[in-house]
């Protein structure tokens, strides 16, 4: 069981990291869930409207993304966090940023498929 979830759940991050390279809105929109709580390492945080209009246009475009060190923690039923470390670079309002960061993420399987519920992202110390 153990393993089932953490495929499932690393699929889904997969798939979502993937949406965000691609800029596919529709891809995105299916893994996230509309409760969806944003926190970026600013401090910024938005709703899935909101994440989802900003990539829509162009505002936030992602370059490269890597995880290290996953590590999943089911915390009841159907809802699961994923923790580790990110390298991402992207482009925010046109400007090329690389962040290192600390990333925790919490999913929760719905009508038989698994969405994100919450992104919080803190810059690595140092």
């Known amino acids: 069981m153990a393993g089932d979830l953490e495929a499932a759940v690393l699929a889904a991050e997969k798939a979502r990291c993937d949406a ?4 596919d809105n529709a891809a995105l929109d299916a ?4 409760r969806l709580h944003f926190a970026h390492a600013t401090g910024a945080v938005d709703d899935k409207n909101a994440f989802l209009a900003k990539m829509a246009a162009g505002r ?7 995880w290290s060190e996953e590590r999943i923690l089911e915390l009841a039923p159907g809802v699961a966090m994923l923790n580790g470390r990110m390298n991402t670079d992207v482009e925010v309002e ?5 962040l290192r960061n600390r990333v925790m993420t919490v999913w929760s399987r ?3 498929a ?3 519920v919450a ?5 690595l110390a140092g």
């Open 119 to 123: 992104f919080q992202s803190t810059p």
């Open 110 to 112: 719905t009508d038989d």
């Open 60 to 66: 936030i475009r992602y370059v490269a993304i890597g």
């Open 114 to 116: 698994w969405r994100m």
């Open 94 to 98: 046109g400007v090329a940023k690389q």
């Open 20 to 23: 965000m390279l691609a800029n």
């Open 31 to 34: 893994l996230l869930d509309t």
